[in-house]
């Protein structure tokens, strides 16, 4: 059987999005979704606020990520942020702030940005599951995601400066919670939400 980006279950973007004329063919609509979720984290990342303490920003990045996952399901989210990586690697200015290059993957932040595939991956995985129809699980399943930016940021954070991990979850996790609860929280909303405005719950 041959490799493809479907999701094993139905995911919002994929039953949102149309099958008449050019999306009538599979591989039309998923370059379309994987395509425009790579161009939507783009988008997001753009939302930068430095804070003078931590190499970090805080970003609209993470909540992209997540949502992504959430609207394409396990395999066509992954590709979508390994496109999205791929175009900030070889010059797009698609990272935060309008940055880009391979030197990113390398710095205090490039943990965060190796993690995006799979947490996008794992929130993809349980909105194949059902998890994206109700604001309690759908939360769950952005909880999960976060988990895995934050492993894999933090621990990158703490190598690359040379810090303990105390003072390492300090700079690259502590000061964002409360903006990632709110994050969780339009998630929440947006993809139930969704489903309903399809007439699917």
């Not at 008449?20 to 379309?32: D, E, I, K, M, V």
């Not at 205090?108 to 996008?120: D, H, K, Q």
Request: hydrophobic share 55%; charged share 10%.
């Amino acid at each position: 059987m041959a490799f493809s980006l479907v999701p094993e279950h139905e995911t919002l973007a994929w039953k949102a999005v149309g099958q008449q004329g050019l999306l009538a063919n599979p591989a039309a609509r998923t370059t379309l979704l994987v395509v425009g979720g790579a161009l939507f984290v783009a988008l997001t990342a753009q939302i930068r606020i430095p804070l003078p303490f931590t190499p970090v920003p805080i970003t609209g990045q993470t909540l992209g990520v997540l949502l992504v996952g959430g609207l394409l399901g396990t395999r066509a989210s992954a590709a979508s942020l390994l496109l999205y990586l791929l175009m900030g690697f070889v010059g797009l200015p698609f990272f935060a702030g309008g940055a880009n290059g391979i030197e990113h993957l390398f710095g205090p932040t490039g943990g965060y940005l190796v993690s995006y595939p799979f947490a996008a991956a794992l929130v993809g995985w349980l909105a194949e599951r059902g998890w994206d129809r109700r604001f309690s699980t759908t939360i769950a399943a952005m909880l999960l995601g976060s988990v895995i930016i934050y492993v894999f940021g933090v621990s990158w954070l703490a190598v690359a400066l040379g810090i303990g991990l105390g003072e390492a979850l300090m700079k690259g996790m502590v000061p964002f919670l409360i903006g990632d609860a709110i994050k969780m929280a339009l998630a929440g909303v947006a993809l139930p939400g969704g489903w309903k405005l399809l007439g699917k719950e």
